[in-house]
């Protein structure tokens, strides 16, 4: 499976020590040169990615994409998208609606950091994911609130 993922969802799972759902879904996990450097800028997250193995960084050729992308996005998400795109990457973990919408109408399929803790517990990897987002909630990470009690409910935690 080829994944390729933008900071947000990786920074939100390691400020609850929990980087390990990435990597028990999905294994490897491929972020572009500009993510790499946007985790470095975040406190902490350096020690994350140099111990983590499975975060390998790639680099995206297409340089028209990205100027392209450039005019709606920021660097890091336009080199994501690029690089899913380049890879034909299953998914791409990308979290603001922007990206997202962008990144669907070039035909990339995409997962948020919802999506990636619905697929956890449905896999196994976790009992119960109500705690996690509250946990992510108080780090300041926004999520719509009905949203979240269908998803809850859907997966018998409501």
């Given at each position: 499976?080829?994944?390729?993922?933008?900071?947000?969802?990786?920074?939100?799972?390691?400020?609850?020590?929990?980087?390990?759902?990435?990597?028990s879904?999905?294994?490897t996990?491929?972020?572009?040169?500009?993510?790499?450097?946007?985790?470095?800028?975040?406190?902490?997250?350096?020690g994350a990615i140099e111990q983590s193995d499975w975060i390998r960084t790639e680099y995206p050729k297409d340089q028209t994409l990205i100027t392209e992308l450039l005019e709606e996005l920021d660097l890091g998400e336009s080199e994501a998208i690029a690089l899913a795109i380049e890879l034909n990457a299953d998914y791409l973990v990308?979290?603001?609606?922007?990206?997202?919408?962008?990144?669907?109408?070039k035909g990339v399929k995409i997962v948020g950091l919802l999506g990636v803790l619905i697929a956890a517990?449905?896999?196994g990897h976790l009992e119960a994911i109500k705690p996690l987002i509250e946990r992510i909630q108080h780090n300041g990470f926004r999520l719509n609130s009905s949203l979240i009690l269908k998803v809850l409910t859907a997966l018998g935690e409501e």
């Amino acid at each position: 499976m080829i994944v390729v993922s933008d900071t947000s969802t990786i920074t939100n799972l390691h400020q609850i020590d929990r980087l390990d759902v990435l990597r028990s879904l999905y294994g490897t996990i491929i972020i572009p040169p500009a993510v790499r450097r946007e985790l470095y800028r975040i406190e902490g997250q350096q020690g994350a990615i140099e111990q983590s193995d499975w975060i390998r960084t790639e680099y995206p050729k297409d340089q028209t994409l990205i100027t392209e992308l450039l005019e709606e996005l920021d660097l890091g998400e336009s080199e994501a998208i690029a690089l899913a795109i380049e890879l034909n990457a299953d998914y791409l973990v990308i979290d603001e609606y922007k990206g997202r919408a962008i990144a669907e109408k070039k035909g990339v399929k995409i997962v948020g950091l919802l999506g990636v803790l619905i697929a956890a517990k449905r896999n196994g990897h976790l009992e119960a994911i109500k705690p996690l987002i509250e946990r992510i909630q108080h780090n300041g990470f926004r999520l719509n609130s009905s949203l979240i009690l269908k998803v809850l409910t859907a997966l018998g935690e409501e």
